[in-house]
């Protein structure tokens, strides 16, 4: 099980973290990350991820103002997120996917970027 939280209204410019806590290890998954599906759309889309041994990819749209970060002892995924835009409001997903190609989602945090 995923449970996000974090999300909210900010104004352009501003920054929101996302958390997502998970009840099983995060540590013993293929990848975790976060993705996002802004209004209208039909498809959720990769915002970022950490891959098994460490590695992480994120979204072009989100590179430099975005961090993708991780606490194995806490198993909890975290999306810190600065420079917010306008664009970047989206309902934000955390994802887990485990060595059998099993996926997980949690329920989903609004984030609003508006003034």
């Known amino acids: 099980q995923l449970v996000e939280s974090g999300g909210g209204l900010v104004q352009p410019g501003g920054s929101l973290r996302l958390s997502c806590a998970a009840s099983?290890?995060?540590?013993?998954?293929?990848?975790v990350g976060w993705y996002r599906q802004a209004p209208g759309n039909q498809q959720r889309d990769l915002v970022a991820e950490i891959q098994t041994g460490g590695s992480t990819n994120y979204a072009d749209s989100v590179k430099g103002r975005f961090t993708i970060s991780r606490d194995n002892a806490k198993n909890t995924l975290f999306l810190q997120m600065n420079t917010l835009l306008p664009e970047d409001t989206a309902v934000y997903y955390c994802?887990?996917?485990?060595?059998?190609?099993?996926?997980?989602w949690g329920q989903g945090t609004q984030v609003t970027v508006s003034s």
């Open positions: 994802h887990a996917m485990d060595f059998k190609y099993m996926n997980y």
């Open positions: 099983g290890s995060i540590r013993s998954m293929y990848r």
